[in-house]
C-alpha cells in the first residue's frame, strides 16, 4: 500500500533549527510535496522536490533522496510565526497526491 | 477578492439537516478538490472536477453530493450526515494536472460538527 510517515509533533526553541522527516512508499513518484498550515487556516504551498538534493529557500529547505524515499523539511532562525502543521505529500505515478497526517511544529521563547 | 474561499467558515448540524459548503477561486484554475482534514489524520480526497466534469469520486458515501456549475464554483451539499463527518473540508484549486508547476491552492475550509 502506499503510506507517508512523519512524526506527529516536535518542538524547538525560538532562534534554532529543526528538521521535520518524512518517508514515503508510493506507487511510483512524480514529485514530494511539502505544505504548511497554520491551525484554523488554508495549507500553503511550501516547497516541492522532484530530483535528490538540496533546494533552498530562505529560511526553509527541503531535501530529497528517491533512493531513500525520504525527504526532511530544514527550517532555520526559527520564529515564533512559524508555529504551525507541516504536511508532506508524495505524487505517485497516476499524479495523485498521498498525504502524511502532518507533524504539528511548536516553537517555544 | 482572490485566492480560494469557503463559506461557511464554521457549521454546526443535525443528522437531520440539509446544509451545503460552498467554494469559490479567483485564479482561473480548472481544477477543483474537496477534501476531508480530520485531526491527526492525513487529508482525505473526496471529489475532483475538472473542467466541470467530476474526474474522481473516492469511494464517498452519498450523504455527499457535489456540484460543480462551473470552473469557479464547487458546492458540498450534505444531507443526513452522522457524527463522524465531523472534521474540517477543505476546498483546493490548481490549473491543471498536478505537477511540480501546478500545486494546490486551498481555502481555510469549513468546519464542520454534526451533532
Known sequence: GQNIDQPTEMTATEGAIVQINCTYQTSGFNGLFWYQQHAGEAPTF????VLDGLEEKGRFSSFL???????YLLLKELQMKDSASYLCASLDSNYQLIWGA???????? | ETGVTQTPRHLVMGMT???SLKCE???G???MYWYKQSAKKPLELMFVYNFKEQTENNSVPSRFSPECPNSSHLFLHLHTLQPEDSALYLCASSQGELTGANVLTFGAGSRLTVL
Do not use: M
Not at chain 1, 511550501?46 to 522536490?49: G, K, R, V
Open chain 1, 46 to 49: 511550501l516547497s516541492y522536490n
Open chain 1, 65 to 71: 533522496s528517491r533512493s531513500k524515499g525520504y525527504s
Open chain 1, 102 to 109: 502532518g507533524t504539528k511544529l511548536i516553537i517555544k521563547p
Open chain 2, 17 to 19: 439537516n440539509k446544509k
Open chain 2, 25 to 27: 477561486q479567483h485564479l
Open chain 2, 29 to 31: 484554475h480548472n481544477a
